[in-house]
Nanobody
């Protein structure tokens, strides 16, 4: 079992910044992928960014150049630095941990960007 604890959401004006953090605990594998997904009301959950233990990253096109994902394996923590936020980034953001067939989710943190 893996538990994920998220923090850092909130309300920000358009053009502002937020940093999300997610700390994993429990049975952590040395090779894994951690990432952030988001879900806006009435929409499907979508991948925002992910990072493998090797450092390989993946971003959805709409956040490239604005968001940066990073990880600190000593702390089992993944971060999402979100800059130049737009109202369309408003959603509940979920932390995700994947290892082989195992897939775990955080409880979600609300990010609201006002215009």
């Amino acid at each position: 079992q893996v538990q994920l604890a998220e923090s850092g959401g909130g309300l920000v004006q358009s053009g502002g910044s937020l940093r999300l953090s997610c700390t994993a605990s429990g049975n952590i594998a040395s090779l894994n992928t951690m990432g952030w997904y988001r879900q806006a009301p009435g929409k499907q959950r979508e991948l925002v960014a992910s990072i493998h233990s090797s450092g390989t990253t993946n971003y959805r096109d709409s956040v490239k150049g604005r968001f940066t994902i990073s990880r600190d394996d000593a702390k089992n923590t993944v971060y999402l630095q979100m800059d130049s936020l737009k109202p369309e980034d408003t959603a509940v953001y979920y932390c995700n941990y994947q290892y082989v067939i195992w897939n775990y989710w955080g409880q979600g943190t609300q990010v609201t960007v006002s215009s």
